[in-house]
């Protein structure tokens, strides 16, 4: 479906990539509903999601297991867009999602909210202002000086940045111990309280709705500000754009699950050196791929360690930095 | 509000004595909310080692079906399945474990799972005892939805009875300045609204970090000097702890070293708010009493 979104004037091979990640997607999920520590035949699961299962098949399947792994496809998703786009508007291979500070300004406004005993909807919509406001400070302050460019973007979000990290450090040791837990779930990226997954799924499907009528515009952009106005692209909207969706994106992905490391840098970089820096393949290919990689990791971080559960963000890392390396070496960036 | 909870314990004890087996079992959780079941608990998962040691104390302990890791008393608790750690549960082995009683811990488990597992129909009983009766009646209350009263009261009555005998025997003994050490790296004590300092008081001691605004003050070196304690207690992780003490010895200055009276407590035994406290308490007592007795 969203293959058929992208523009109609893209290479039958590029389109074709789109459909084998539609697939993989669909095999992923579909493959991360028949795992769990509980064991549940395929039939069961089949069963359960049919409306047949026994009561407690149904539990499992509709209660715990699809929204968990719907949340952490968008959760995915999201990250990855939001990283390209960060790459694109700061012109930089380092950038990622919370480069910044958006997930600063949440962890902060969660940590807080927590401190003061808040849970629930609650410490969500905390965190996604603490977002908001942490953009809109980065955006105000890199907007204020005589010349704006995307280097004092992106140094204005890394102090920015830093300085979440200290109020967060200060929380953390100001903190009651038996609040701490909480507390590093914001840091750490996790999506066993993951609550109901409505809200990334709507913010990705629109973000992909926006962003691919843009996807010439962004391949200009990404050459460079300079050249992208001589070629008639109004530069300063178009980054401000960029930017409010980048940081909409960040702020619902770090409310739904945290932290979450890695996929939102890594995920862009692997699908350029496979599919090239077409904007209008990358971004959709990164919503997909994104969401693949993190219901993937979470699936693992589900079993592999049963009972026991692991925050996503430890298996997101673990397996990227390899495939990282390994595409590196073969000399694919 | 405890006089309260306890009229209604009593009603529902009452009730329960009078009425056959089809009578439906009510207690107010920690978080003061009514819980019932129709019938006694027979599958009853536990999400905190605290949880597990009071079920068991309940005389409830065959009934337990899940556990989380660290439980670790009684020793036959090992055996049960784990459902992961306190802050992280495993929901997916919790549900297909079918409990029908789930104890919890407030400011333990995640809120968040606690909220699905009642959104899903589970019935979820809080418990978070912070004082000596509390921990009884969170055994009474236990013992009362999972149809074992008789031993839970037996056990709630003789720790209470126990915590009456050191009160009495140390309310009048000369008092003992103590630091007690809950953590060293970084260096933690607690404050007096913590039951671990009532702990201390009751064995006649005065906690020197009572009035701290934070019920789990972070200390530095300096200022447990300042207050020059005649007695310093250790928790600690494991059941040997020789280290935390060691490290005072470098202050002879100190009352505590210059006397001797570094002293450590298992932590297992007073860290958890469950019946063993008495027998911590003991130990902690007369250690105390050894601090007096080398003035």
């Given at each position: 479906m969203l293959a058929a979104s992208v523009?109609?004037?893209?290479?039958s091979s590029k389109r074709f990539s789109l459909s084998v990640l539609v697939c993989a997607s669909i095999v992923i999920m579909l493959f991360a509903l028949t795992q769990g520590s509980a064991s549940l035949s395929i039939r069961e699961v089949w069963l359960a999601l049919t409306g047949e299962g026994t009561p407690l098949a149904t539990t499992l399947v509709m209660e715990l297991r699809l929204p968990r792994i719907l949340a952490a496809y968008a959760t995915g998703g999201l990250l990855a867009v939001a990283g390209a786009l960060m790459q694109i508007l700061?012109?930089?291979?380092?950038?990622?999602?919370y480069v910044l500070g958006i997930s600063g300004g949440a962890s902060v406004a969660a940590l807080v909210s927590i401190l003061l005993g808040i849970s629930g909807v609650l410490l969500s919509g905390a965190a996604f202002l603490g977002a908001m406001v942490s953009t809109v400070l980065v955006f105000g302050i890199s907007q204020a000086g005589r010349t704006s460019s995307s280097l004092r973007l992106l140094l204005t979000g890394v102090v920015i940045a830093a300085g979440w990290g200290a109020l967060i450090t200060l929380i953390l040791a100001l903190a009651p111990p038996h609040k701490l837990p909480g507390m590093l779930y914001w840091l750490m990226?996790?999506?066993?309280?993951?609550?109901?997954?409505i809200l990334p799924w709507c913010m990705l499907i629109a973000v992909c709705v926006v962003i691919v009528p843009l996807g010439r515009s962004l391949n200009v952009l990404a050459r460079g500000a300079l050249q992208a106005a001589s070629l008639g692209v109004d530069v300063k909207r178009l980054e401000r754009l960029v930017f409010v969706l980048a940081s909409l994106l960040t702020a619902v992905a770090v409310t739904t699950?945290?932290?979450?490391?890695f996929v939102g840098l890594v995920v862009p970089h692997l699908l350029r050196m496979v599919l090239g820096n077409d904007q209008r393949v990358t971004l959709p290919a990164c919503a997909l791929a994104g969401g693949c990689l993190l219901t993937l990791a979470d699936t693992l971080a589900r079993v592999v360690i049963a009972p026991e559960q692991l925050p996503v963000g430890v298996i997101t890392a673990l397996l990227g930095v390899p495939t990282f390396l390994l595409l590196l070496r073969k000399g694919r960036l | 509000m405890r006089t309260a909870l306890k009229t209604l314990l009593l009603t529902t004890l009452t009730l329960c004595s009078a009425k056959s087996v089809m009578a439906q079992q009510c207690v107010v959780d920690d978080r003061q909310r009514t819980v019932c079941m129709d019938?006694?608990?027979?599958r009853i998962a536990t999400l905190s080692p605290g949880a597990t040691e009071l079920a068991f104390a309940a005389g409830a302990g065959s009934k337990v079906v899940a556990v989380v890791s660290y439980?670790?008393?009684?020793?036959?608790?090992?055996?049960i399945t784990s459902v992961g750690s306190h802050t992280r549960i495993d929901m997916e082995r919790l549900v297909s474990l079918?409990?029908?009683l789930v104890l919890a811990w407030r400011t333990g488990n995640p809120p968040e799972q606690i909220d699905l597992l009642e959104k899903m129909g589970q019935t979820v009983f809080i418990i978070e005892p912070h004082e000596f009766d509390e921990i009884a009646t969170a055994v009474k209350r236990i013992g009362t939805l999972a149809g074992t009263e008789v031993v839970a009261d037996d056990v709630a009555d003789t720790f209470l009875a126990g915590i009456e005998q050191l009160r009495e025997r140390y309310q009048n003994a000369p008092k003992v300045r103590t630091f007690y050490q809950?953590?060293?790296?970084?260096l933690m004590s607690m404050s007096g609204k913590h039951y671990i300092s009532k702990v201390v008081a009751l064995c006649?001691?005065?906690?020197?970090?009572?009035?701290?605004?934070?019920m789990i003050p972070r200390l530095n070196v300096e200022s447990v000097l300042l207050q020059n304690p005649e007695a310093i207690i250790a928790g600690g992780?494991?059941?040997?702890?020789s280290s935390w003490l060691q490290?005072?010895?470098?202050?002879?200055?100190m009352r505590a070293t210059a006397q001797g009276n570094l002293f450590f407590v298992p932590p297992s035994l007073i860290q958890?708010?469950?019946?063993?406290v008495l027998e911590g308490a003991r130990i902690l007592c007369d250690k105390l009493d050894i601090a007096r007795a080398r003035r």
């Amino acid at each position: 479906m969203l293959a058929a979104s992208v523009s109609r004037s893209l290479p039958s091979s590029k389109r074709f990539s789109l459909s084998v990640l539609v697939c993989a997607s669909i095999v992923i999920m579909l493959f991360a509903l028949t795992q769990g520590s509980a064991s549940l035949s395929i039939r069961e699961v089949w069963l359960a999601l049919t409306g047949e299962g026994t009561p407690l098949a149904t539990t499992l399947v509709m209660e715990l297991r699809l929204p968990r792994i719907l949340a952490a496809y968008a959760t995915g998703g999201l990250l990855a867009v939001a990283g390209a786009l960060m790459q694109i508007l700061l012109r930089n291979p380092l950038a990622e999602p919370y480069v910044l500070g958006i997930s600063g300004g949440a962890s902060v406004a969660a940590l807080v909210s927590i401190l003061l005993g808040i849970s629930g909807v609650l410490l969500s919509g905390a965190a996604f202002l603490g977002a908001m406001v942490s953009t809109v400070l980065v955006f105000g302050i890199s907007q204020a000086g005589r010349t704006s460019s995307s280097l004092r973007l992106l140094l204005t979000g890394v102090v920015i940045a830093a300085g979440w990290g200290a109020l967060i450090t200060l929380i953390l040791a100001l903190a009651p111990p038996h609040k701490l837990p909480g507390m590093l779930y914001w840091l750490m990226g996790d999506l066993s309280y993951a609550g109901s997954p409505i809200l990334p799924w709507c913010m990705l499907i629109a973000v992909c709705v926006v962003i691919v009528p843009l996807g010439r515009s962004l391949n200009v952009l990404a050459r460079g500000a300079l050249q992208a106005a001589s070629l008639g692209v109004d530069v300063k909207r178009l980054e401000r754009l960029v930017f409010v969706l980048a940081s909409l994106l960040t702020a619902v992905a770090v409310t739904t699950a945290g932290s979450v490391g890695f996929v939102g840098l890594v995920v862009p970089h692997l699908l350029r050196m496979v599919l090239g820096n077409d904007q209008r393949v990358t971004l959709p290919a990164c919503a997909l791929a994104g969401g693949c990689l993190l219901t993937l990791a979470d699936t693992l971080a589900r079993v592999v360690i049963a009972p026991e559960q692991l925050p996503v963000g430890v298996i997101t890392a673990l397996l990227g930095v390899p495939t990282f390396l390994l595409l590196l070496r073969k000399g694919r960036l | 509000m405890r006089t309260a909870l306890k009229t209604l314990l009593l009603t529902t004890l009452t009730l329960c004595s009078a009425k056959s087996v089809m009578a439906q079992q009510c207690v107010v959780d920690d978080r003061q909310r009514t819980v019932c079941m129709d019938k006694p608990a027979q599958r009853i998962a536990t999400l905190s080692p605290g949880a597990t040691e009071l079920a068991f104390a309940a005389g409830a302990g065959s009934k337990v079906v899940a556990v989380v890791s660290y439980s670790d008393y009684p020793p036959q608790a090992k055996q049960i399945t784990s459902v992961g750690s306190h802050t992280r549960i495993d929901m997916e082995r919790l549900v297909s474990l079918q409990p029908d009683l789930v104890l919890a811990w407030r400011t333990g488990n995640p809120p968040e799972q606690i909220d699905l597992l009642e959104k899903m129909g589970q019935t979820v009983f809080i418990i978070e005892p912070h004082e000596f009766d509390e921990i009884a009646t969170a055994v009474k209350r236990i013992g009362t939805l999972a149809g074992t009263e008789v031993v839970a009261d037996d056990v709630a009555d003789t720790f209470l009875a126990g915590i009456e005998q050191l009160r009495e025997r140390y309310q009048n003994a000369p008092k003992v300045r103590t630091f007690y050490q809950v953590w060293d790296e970084p260096l933690m004590s607690m404050s007096g609204k913590h039951y671990i300092s009532k702990v201390v008081a009751l064995c006649g001691g005065v906690n020197v970090f009572a009035d701290s605004s934070r019920m789990i003050p972070r200390l530095n070196v300096e200022s447990v000097l300042l207050q020059n304690p005649e007695a310093i207690i250790a928790g600690g992780m494991g059941e040997e702890n020789s280290s935390w003490l060691q490290a005072w010895r470098a202050f002879p200055e100190m009352r505590a070293t210059a006397q001797g009276n570094l002293f450590f407590v298992p932590p297992s035994l007073i860290q958890r708010p469950t019946p063993r406290v008495l027998e911590g308490a003991r130990i902690l007592c007369d250690k105390l009493d050894i601090a007096r007795a080398r003035r």
